[in-house]
């Protein structure tokens, strides 16, 4: 089977310091990866570089097989989602919040119908109630779900999370662990509990901005 992506020894270096070092990986299409490692390891660098934040020293990244640049970043852009810890909705209402990328030429296609807004919340344990809300009284685990939400309406198919469940309890984590039971979609996600930890194949483990793959 292809990569979707790979990391061909990747450093990344910001004002004379070394933020990634020499780093390699791949994933499979459907793969579940955890990426965990000390605070300052260089975990979120990994997902920024991923998403062309980040110019490499050296290296290379491939997205399906094709090396990524500024001319094919895009490629990676459409396909995958970035869920940090706080995101930003960007609108005034919920609702608006998830239809915002849909009114832009690129997804106008996909705008979903009221109904399927109201399923992808009840996938995630979302009260419909929800999307007449304004965004500012929504709360960070709320927000975070919302985000995965909205990739799903655009259906991206490459996840990265940035310790998304981390400010979620039992039941709504158990939602996440359930959309990504597709085997559809690839998920690398920046996480340390056990739950996490059990339920991926493949975990990494950053030290220094060093990668070592440790199942
Ligand atoms: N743009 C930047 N300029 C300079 N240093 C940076 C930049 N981005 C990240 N760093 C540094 O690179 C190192 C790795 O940061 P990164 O955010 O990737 O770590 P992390 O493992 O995700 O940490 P945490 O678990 O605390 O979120 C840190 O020392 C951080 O201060």
Redesign the pocket.
């Known amino acids: 089977m292809a990569a979707i992506i790979r990391f061909d020894a990747v450093s990344v270096t ?2 004379d ?1 070394n ?1 990634l070092s020499e780093v390699s990986f791949t994933l499979q299409a459907g793969e579940k990866a955890v990426l965990c ?10 997902l ?1 570089t991923l998403l062309g934040m980040h110019r490499l020293a050296a290296g290379g990244i491939y997205f399906n097989g094709r090396p990524l640049n500024s001319k094919t970043v895009q490629s990676i852009r459409r396909y995958a989602a970035y869920i940090g810890q706080e995101p930003i909705l960007g609108a005034d209402t919920v609702r608006n919040a998830l239809l915002l990328p849909f009114q832009f030429k690129a997804h106008r296609h996909l705008r979903p119908p009221e109904s399927r807004l109201k399923d992808v919340l009840q996938r995630l344990r979302l009260p419909a109630e929800l999307l007449s809300r304004d965004c500012a009284g929504i709360s960070g685990g709320e927000k975070q779900r919302l985000a995965l939400a909205r990739g799903l309406l655009l259906e991206k198919t490459v996840y990265l999370l ?2 998304v469940t981390s400010a979620l309890d039992a039941e709504s984590k158990q939602a996440v662990f359930e959309v990504f039971a597709d085997p559809q979609l690839t998920l690398l996600a ?1 996480a340390h509990d056990a739950d996490w930890l059990e339920r991926s194949q493949t975990v990494f483990e ?1 030290h220094a ?1 060093r990668l070592t793959r440790t199942r």
Not at 37 to 46: E, F, I, M, N, P
């Open positions: 910001v004002q310091k933020l490692g000390a605070s300052g390891s260089g975990k979120s660098t990994v920024k940035d310790e920046v950053m901005g």
